[in-house]
């Protein structure tokens, strides 16, 4: 046997792998993350396993063999390894992408380090030395010095880049004493960047008897080292938020350290400040519009355990934690959990194997939970907690009713805003409540059509129709191409070419046109592109600043507005014609959510939901706030069509910039896993396709699918690994890509 071994993960560089003779003595501790000794050059070097072969790559006298494996070397670094391999096996992609997944920009670069430079002179010293400079040619000294004198304090990059001078430069100037070099390593915590105005200690509310059987529960189970996956299935606003914080508390004072993930979109200042004010500096963040040294400087603060709780989304699960106690998953079902970039893993899956591999326990939370974990739980693989009450005192769920908007019609209502919603918002309006209007979906009017002869305008890379925004500008909102709409129909030359649809722009001009003395915010996609407008639009809304705030999916996650008393939902079927098994699910979810924002303060809520198609089962039991109605239904749904849970569907997507090889390459997959299902015996396996994906082509690359189905997951995983390697060895995918992804959470 022989193991391919990293030497240097700090270097980044974690394609390059050495092999190395895995001699009889070693045999059994040499697996995949286990930290060895190596010979190196003329010396020797630690280095990790990440993979293990049979065939040797080099003429075999030449490999020489392992010295040693660390016997209680199995660190974080271990770990993290044994992780990547597991999301590699499970989930596809090559060792290397797995593990800068698993190990992301750990070292790779410098953390942030802020300097700045000032003037340490008294005016006149530098007026003098400004004027010496000017007479003895010193070009650069005088552009920094007239600048200092100006702004008092420069960044040194701007010094540097900018004003160009030397670091030779500021060096000497720094020596005969008129500036200073000032080095401020960056902002330790982002925590505190968030929260300048201070933290205020925040007292814990006593748990209702609900919420603390769960934590009790939880607790007990850990603190014997019975190490288990719970969900907790609680309704929105019925606390569990409250039992994650009372959980994290007790884990910590046990000198374990926590991860606790939640969706991107969920990460905001109201979430994060909750945290705060518990945990104070203990607790830090990662998120994606942190620069890459700024996520470095938090991974080396968890690393030398300067903190406990590390909040953030999906990659926050590769926190290096040494004392890993507890990772917490809120809003379970969000499809924001899984990648949608090889490995196409999702953060569920990986958070329990991380868990499990260094003694951990995980909890699941949601008011909508996946099919696929509430499946999980009622047969009791995780443990089923309910929360099913609101938690403030007093606080009831709001009353929801659907209004068919085909019937407005016929009534001769053609306004986006049917009778009933429009009167909710006059009555919140002269009461002096706040009102949130939902629209799942971005943009001016939809797509763009002729009337005269159907055509669409479709982005010229992907097999899409193009948006049009309210610059007269037509945007693919799949790969950003913009072109100006135009004035006649390329195709049949009609002037009658015009956008259909609604957009969350042209519900604002509706709402300002209805209701002229309203205070209006709209989020969605556009407003928010800003790094700091999504927090802005959210607490000028939080404070009282608008009536009405109008969004896409955005604003229907997990924030708290105690005045909003109406929620409505102008189109809730949209989702329903996603095209994808999920469409369902996902509009159940959002309906849900969206009710959920209603009546959270003390004044009852209420919520319109207005459809088109009234009789749809999601909406019916979303308008119900009923969740068992609806997965029962679903679950026999999914069960009748052979969607997951009830079978596992392993999809590849084969992509190139040529249609032949795209089908070629297709053809040639089906095949060989027709003779994988020979070889193997597999019998139960059913295979769809090769069809062209429902995006045919995108950013210039024609796109084929496979689907692939069977009841066992670890059969679909031989598969993909037999797949894989049949693609490494044949000649027929030099201009092809092909990814995996294990149970999709979208269409193709
Ligand atoms: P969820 O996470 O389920 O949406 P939260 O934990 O955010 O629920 O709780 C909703 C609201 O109820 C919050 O304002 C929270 O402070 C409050 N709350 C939670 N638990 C209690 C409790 N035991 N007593 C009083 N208020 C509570
Ligand atoms: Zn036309
Ligand atoms: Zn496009």
């Not at 509430?374 to 047969?379: F, G, K, M, V, W």
């Not at 809304?541 to 909003?564: N, R, W, Y």
């Not at 390697?725 to 979208?746: A, C, R, T």
């Amino acid at each position: 046997m022989y193991a391919d071994v990293i030497v240097d993960i700090s270097s980044g560089q974690l394609d390059k792998t050495y092999q190395y003779a895995i001699p009889e003595r070693l045999a059994e501790k040499a697996v995949v993350g286990a930290p060895v000794h190596i010979p190196f050059g003329k010396g020797k070097r630690k280095g990790y396993i990440v993979g293990l072969s049979e065939e040797p790559k080099l003429e075999t006298e030449r490999i020489r063999p392992l010295l040693a494996v660390e016997e209680n070397g199995r660190v974080i670094e271990s770990h993290l390894i044994e992780l990547a391999y597991y999301i590699r096996e499970n989930f596809g992609a090559t060792m290397n992408a797995a593990l800068h997944t698993v190990l992301p920009v750990r070292r790779t670069v410098r953390p942030a380090e802020k300097k700045t430079v000032v003037l340490s002179a008294d005016a006149d010293t530098c007026g003098d030395a400004l004027a010496a400079a000017v007479k003895r040619g010193h070009a650069a000294k005088e552009r920094l010095l007239r600048e200092l004198l100006r702004e008092r304090e420069l960044s040194w990059n701007i010094v540097t880049d900018k004003l160009a001078v030397s670091s030779a430069t500021i060096r000497r100037m720094e020596q005969s004493g008129l500036i200073q070099v000032k080095a401020q390593a960056g902002y330790r915590n982002p925590m505190e960047k968030l929260f300048q105005g201070g933290r205020a200690e925040e007292k814990a509310p006593k748990l209702n008897d609900q919420q603390r059987q769960i934590r009790d529960g939880v607790l007990a189970d850990w603190s014997r080292g019975n190490y288990r996956t719970y969900l907790i299935y609680g309704i929105t606003g019925s606390g569990k938020t409250e039992v994650y914080l009372s959980v994290i508390e007790e884990v910590v004072r046990q000198g374990r350290q926590v991860i606790m993930l939640i969706p991107e979109i969920a990460l905001t200042y109201q979430t994060v400040l909750r945290f705060y004010h518990r945990f104070g500096g203990r607790v830090s963040i990662l998120h994606s519009k942190m620069s890459q040294g700024e996520r470095c400087d938090q991974s080396l603060r968890a690393e030398r355990g300067e903190i406990d709780i590390m909040i953030g989304p999906r990659s926050a699960l590769f926190t290096p934690f040494a004392r890993l106690g507890l990772i917490i998953l809120d809003e379970e079902h969000e499809s924001s959990y899984k990648s949608e970039m090889p490995p196409k893993y999702h953060a569920r899956e990986v958070a329990v194997q991380r868990a499990k591999l260094c003694g951990a326990s995980v909890l699941l939370g949601s008011a909508t939970p996946s099919l696929e974990s509430y499946e999980r739980a009622l047969r009791g693989e995780y443990t089923l907690f309910r929360l099913d009450r609101r938690a403030v005192p007093g606080a009831v769920l709001p009353q929801v009713s659907v209004v068919d908007l085909r019937a407005e019609l016929a009534s001769g209502n053609r306004s986006i805003f049917s009778r009933e919603l429009a009167k909710g918002i006059a009555g919140r309006l002269a009461a002096g409540e706040q009102t949130m209007l939902f629209l799942n979906r971005r943009g001016y009017a939809g797509f763009v059509s002729c009337r005269s002869c159907g055509f669409v305008m479709k982005c010229p890379h992907c097999d899409i129709s193009m948006t049009e925004h309210g610059d007269g500008m037509l945007v693919c909102h799949y790969c950003g191409e913009r072109q100006k709409k135009p004035d006649h129909c390329p195709s049949c030359g009609s002037k009658y070419i015009a956008g259909f649809g609604t957009g969350t722009q042209k519900i604002e001009e509706q709402v300002r046109k209805c209701f002229p003395g309203a205070r209006v915010l709209r989020m969605d996609a556009d407003t928010t592109r800003k790094k700091e407008s999504y927090e802005e639009i959210l607490s000028a809304f939080s404070c009282g600043e608008a009536d009405i705030l109008i969004g896409t999916q955005m604003i229907v996650k997990g924030h708290d507005f105690p005045a909003v008393t109406l929620v409505g939902i102008l189109a809730a079927d949209l989702s329903l014609n996603a095209g994808d098994y999920r469409a369902a699910e996902r509009t159940f979810e959002l309906l849900c959510q969206a009710a959920g924002r209603a009546g959270r303060g003390k004044k009852a809520g209420e919520v319109i939901i207005q459809t088109y198609q009234p009789e749809h089962y999601a909406v019916r039991t979303a308008a119900a706030q009923d969740y068992e109605g609806f997965f029962a239904k679903e679950l026999a749904y999914r069960r009748a069509l052979g969607y997951p849970p009830a079978l596992h569907i392993l999809a590849v997507l084969v992509l190139s910039a040529k249609e032949e090889a795209a089908d070629s390459a297709a053809a040639l997959l089906s095949t060989a896993a027709e003779r994988f299902e020979a070889e193997s015996g597999e019998k139960d396996m059913t295979l769809i396709g090769p069809v062209p994906a429902s995006l045919a082509k995108a950013k210039d690359l024609f796109r084929r699918m496979l689907y692939f189905k069977h009841g066992n997951y670890n059969a679909l995983a031989a598969l993909k690994n037999f797949l894989e390697g049949y693609i490494l060895y044949s000649e027929h995918f030099k201009n092809v890509s092909v990814q995996f992804d294990f149970n999709p959470m979208s269409g193709y």
